[in-house]
């Protein structure tokens, strides 16, 4: 007997455009339930992958002046890395290109047809190719797209097609749904969904005459499928299907079908299923369609420049915090699972972003780890103290737990955050109530250690609850208490339990995990592109005026003192001289590839005029300026002996 996994897709994304935050939203989320499904010890399989059929990716093909292969190779290999990067561990990634795709799609027509279900006609009407959708006369007032998220001009199609009986579906559909009441997910989309299927489902186009780019439609070459046709199929063909074997009877039904809004009501929630029964297919258990995000109050697009890739924003996230960038990225998952409750739209900002960095994440979480192995670095060795007799936190770790895993079975990643969030604003409170520092100094040692084990052991327990949301910042955590084993090694329920950390472990602490960000730095220099501003692949750099430039005021400096800034690996705080009593202190990120004594009496160039910014609490006036060598700072200097403060131009 096969044991059925929890099966779990993403749409398969056009390649038409790079992997933004938009997408990896989706991914993120099904990530996440994939890992929880594991985490409670239950088998799951998560796929996903590329749409790369269809008139939009030949027009984009062209326009890059390439073949449509080599093309969509380029951009599948952008949306595999961006997957990698954030963590993200698929089992299959399918490609709607890949001979197991096309096979089981014509298999899937053939089924149609024996069936009655495909038939010519002529179709009249308009045709998006942004959506690849077909639109009606009495749906297109205005000559425009009516998917409130496209709103671009249509075409004219007049066409010998052929069609999919779905009229002929639509009692047993509305039936369906009435009767599996979380088929679609959330309810609000399921009443739109109803209405929609109310107002009369009309027979589907499903080849195209125009395009050759796609899969042909069996025993017809003349025609192309439709890809919205094509790509639907790609969650049965990622299971093997026509062959019913292993991995089908694993797989099949799909227990949860991710996807926003925008592609839910018609494709996912109508043809989709139809095609399904027209086949002979089971239905998937759920479909779930959730919120939209902007970014910076604006749609996101490659034109307006805020279509952020989720690397972009880690590594201005990174550079403005000093963590690592995998730790950047675990706090853009967080972030966008944390600020939206799934289901609604949301919107992107640096602000927002870095408010729940430095408020969730440096502070709730970072600092109860930071401070509770500080003091057991103190008092007891750098070892976990022995636990008190009965601590308050146990039961609020275990009620967090229950709620978590709930919240996380109803896709409401947010509830669950906010869940162990509560969890740690509970300890940070027994933390300093019982200021174990106090207690030491009182004499009363085993107190104090009872308080310090509570902190750190609700922060293993977080570790463990977190795994699914932040696995790299979970296994920093595991690494930093000293576990030996990562936190997704034993099923949740045993994990989470109170008391899992032993007394006497050998804590090891390092870097905090997430430094704060201090001042200016905030707005991570994001979203700084205009709209109408070139898009960076289009190697196109912006220009200033020489106004502009003039507003700038370039000095020389000599270096008289450098000293590193506590608690910043990579900053130095430089006192520098502008000749005559004129001094300054900056702050540059050379830790790293200079020594503070290297550094007294170089000539440095320093920008003068730069408004001054508190960096961990020095304040900085100014900027000295260095090349980027990989990513290392190289200090510009003159090449002649010259007095400090003279101009640069
Ligand atoms: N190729 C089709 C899907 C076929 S699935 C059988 C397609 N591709 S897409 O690249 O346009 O991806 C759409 C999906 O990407 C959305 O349904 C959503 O999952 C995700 N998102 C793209 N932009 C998004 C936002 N701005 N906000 C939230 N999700 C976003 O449609």
């Given amino acids: 007997m096969t044991t059925k996994a929890f099966y779990v897709t993403t749409p398969i994304y056009y390649v038409n455009a790079q992997p933004h935050i938009g997408s990896a939203y989706t991914t993120i989320a099904a990530d996440v339930t994939t890992r929880f499904v594991r985490l409670q010890g239950r088998p799951a399989y998560f796929l996903t992958g590329t749409d790369e059929n269809g008139t939009k990716i030949v027009e984009a093909a062209q326009e890059q002046g390439k073949t449509p292969i080599q093309f969509v190779n380029e951009i599948v290999g952008q949306f ?16 709607t290109t890949e001979e197991r795709h096309i096979r089981c799609v014509q298999e899937f027509w ?12 002529i179709y009249e009407g308009w045709y998006c190719v942004r959506c690849e959708t077909y639109w009606l006369e009495s749906e297109v007032p205005d000559g425009l797209c009516p998917n409130p998220e496209c709103r671009r001009p249509v075409r004219r199609a007049e066409e010998e097609t052929y069609f999919f009986r779905l009229s002929a579906y639509q009692d047993r559909l509305l039936r369906h749904i009435e009767e599996h009441p979380n088929f679609l997910q959330p309810e609000f989309r399921r009443n739109e969904v109803v209405s929609f299927i109310k107002q009369g489902l009309r027979d589907a186009c499903i080849s195209r005459s125009a395009t050759d780019w796609g899969i042909p439609v069996p025993d017809d070459p003349s025609q192309t499928i439709y890809v919205w046709f094509d790509a ?18 694993r797989l099949w039904p799909a227990d949860i079908h991710f996807m926003a809004k925008d592609i839910f009501v ?9 095609m399904l029964m027209s086949a002979g297919l089971e239905l998937p258990k759920r479909i779930v369609g959730h919120g939209f995000w902007t970014a910076d109050g604006q749609k996101m ?5 805020n279509a952020y890739a989720p690397m972009e924003v880690a590594q201005a996230l990174s550079s403005a915090s000093g963590c690592q960038i995998d730790v950047a990225l675990d706090a853009l998952r967080y972030y966008l699972l944390r600020e939206v409750p799934f289901g609604l739209d949301g919107d992107f900002s640096s602000a927002g972003l870095v408010t ?66 509560s969890m740690l604003a509970a300890a940070n409170r027994y933390f300093n109530d019982q200021a174990p520092w106090r207690l030491h100094k009182e004499g009363r040692v085993e107190e104090a250690g009872a308080a310090i084990y509570a902190a750190l052991e609700t922060t293993r327990i977080a570790a ?92 020389t400096a000599r270096v008289q003192a450098a000293e590193p800034v506590p608690g910043a690996k990579k900053l130095l705080k430089l ?75």
Avoid at 80 to 95: G, M, P, T, V
Avoid at 466 to 491: D, I, K, T, Y
Wanted: net charge negative; hydrophobic share 40%; glycine share 8%.
């Fill in 80 to 95: 595999k890395e961006a997957w990698s990067q954030l963590h993200i561990e698929y089992d299959d990634f399918i490609r």
């Fill in 110 to 121: 053939r089924r149609l047809k024996q069936n009655g279900d495909i038939y010519k006609g």
């Fill in 232 to 249: 639907l199929i790609n969650y049965v063909s990622a299971t093997g299907w026509p062959d019913e074997g292993e991995l089908f009877h």
């Fill in 266 to 274: 018609r494709f996912h929630s109508t043809l989709w299923p139809c």
């Fill in 301 to 305: 697009s490659k034109s307006t420049g």
């Fill in 356 to 421: 729940r960095f430095n408020s969730d994440l440096a502070n709730d979480l970072g600092n109860l780890l930071n401070r509770a192995l500080a003091l057991a670095q103190r008092y007891f060795g750098g070892a976990v103290p022995e636990p008190g007799a009965e601590c308050p936190l146990a039961t609020v770790a275990e009620e967090t737990s229950r709620v978590a895993a709930a919240a996380l079975e109803d896709l409401a990643y947010s509830s669950a955050l906010q869940a162990i969030w």
């Fill in 464 to 555: 463990v609850q977190l795994w699914p949301f932040m696995p790299h910042v979970s296994l920093e955590m595991a690494r930093q208490l000293g576990l030996q084993e990562p936190p997704n090694s034993r099923p949740w329920s045993e994990a989470v339990r109170w008391g899992g950390l032993r007394s006497g472990t050998k804590l090891a602490p390092g870097n905090p995990i997430f430094p704060r960000i201090e001042g200016k730095k905030a707005l991570l220099g994001l979203g700084r592109k205009e709209a109408g501003e070139k898009d960076e692949n289009e190697v196109q750099m912006s220009t200033v005026t020489i106004d502009e430039f003039q507003k700038l005021e370039f000095r």
């Fill in 575 to 649: 006192t520098i001289s502008l000749g005559g009593e004129e001094t300054r202190t900056v702050v540059a990120g050379i830790a790293e590839q200079y020594s503070p004594e290297e550094l007294v009496g170089k000539t440095v160039v320093l920008v003068a005029n730069l408004a001054p910014a508190t960096i961990r609490g020095v304040v900085s006036q100014g900027m000295v300026l260095a090349a980027d060598l990989d990513g290392a700072p190289i200090l510009v200097t003159t090449e002649r002996e010259v007095p400090p403060g003279a101009k640069v131009r």
